[in-house]
């Protein structure tokens, strides 16, 4: 098993560019979410969905997108990149059955 | 407002001792407090969690102690070694949302 992947690793960005930050599980997780993790802040909670075709906003969702399609992928969508959305974001799923979340690498994204 | 708080950004402990690591909270809803560990350029990982109807889970060198009079939560790590040098964050459930505090850094000095 993978786990939770995240691509890409790295990304920097131009103000008003868009992109889309990938993540994968290959658990059968009902469950997936995205933080962003910023110094100070801790991990805050963008989007979330409990499967496939439903999503809902976390803390932060404002500047992003998801959908979730299948059970296994659940992409984050930039649609124009602001220098406030320089961070270390984390893709996260679990079963619904318990609380325990697995988290991916990371991707941390650089806005100019 | 920050829902979940780690006021001690760092700890330094000697290699045996006991590592205490805490954290508060002001949403008496959250059903669910689980800790996680980070090493740099990683994920956090699962540590430890506790159901707020408990008030200790215990797992080997790890105890979570939940005091729900106070809101407060910690983290109880005996012996440290120098692998557990790493940050620590508490995190508290409210339904389907996961509430993070920003960290602890704990250092265990060899």
């Known amino acids: 098993n993978a786990g939770v992947t995240q691509t890409p690793k790295f990304q920097v960005l131009k103000t008003g560019q868009s992109m889309t930050l990938q993540c994968a599980q290959d658990?059968?997780?009902?469950?997936m979410s995205w933080y962003r993790q910023d110094p100070g802040m801790g991990l805050r909670l963008i989007h979330y969905?409990?499967?496939?075709?439903?999503?809902d906003q976390g803390e932060v969702p404002n500047g992003y997108n998801v959908s979730r399609s299948t059970t296994e992928d659940f992409p984050l969508r930039l649609l124009s990149a602001a220098p406030s959305q320089t961070s270390v974001y984390f893709c996260?799923?679990?079963?619904?059955?318990?609380?325990?979340?697995?988290f991916g690498p990371g991707t941390r994204l650089t806005v100019l | 407002d920050q829902q979940v708080k780690q006021n001690s950004p760092s700890l330094s402990v000697q290699e045996g001792r006991i590592s205490i690591l805490n954290c508060d909270y002001t949403?008496?809803?959250?059903?669910?407090f689980l800790w996680y560990k980070k090493y740099p350029a990683e994920g956090p990982t699962f540590l430890i969690s506790?159901?707020?109807?408990?008030d200790k889970n215990e797992d080997g060198r790890f105890t979570v102690f939940l005091n729900k009079s106070a809101k407060h939560l910690s983290l109880h790590i005996v012996p440290s070694q120098p692998g557990d040098s790493a940050v620590y964050f508490c995190?508290?459930?409210?339904?389907?949302?996961?509430?993070f505090g920003t960290g602890t850094s704990l250092t265990v000095i060899p």
């Open positions: 658990m059968n997780h009902e469950y």
């Open positions: 995190a508290a459930r409210f339904g389907n949302q996961f509430y």
């Open positions: 969905s409990v499967g496939a075709g439903i999503t």
């Open positions: 949403n008496s809803m959250f059903d669910y």
């Open positions: 506790i159901s707020s109807i408990k």
């Open positions: 996260a799923s679990r079963a619904l059955s318990k609380d325990e979340q697995f």
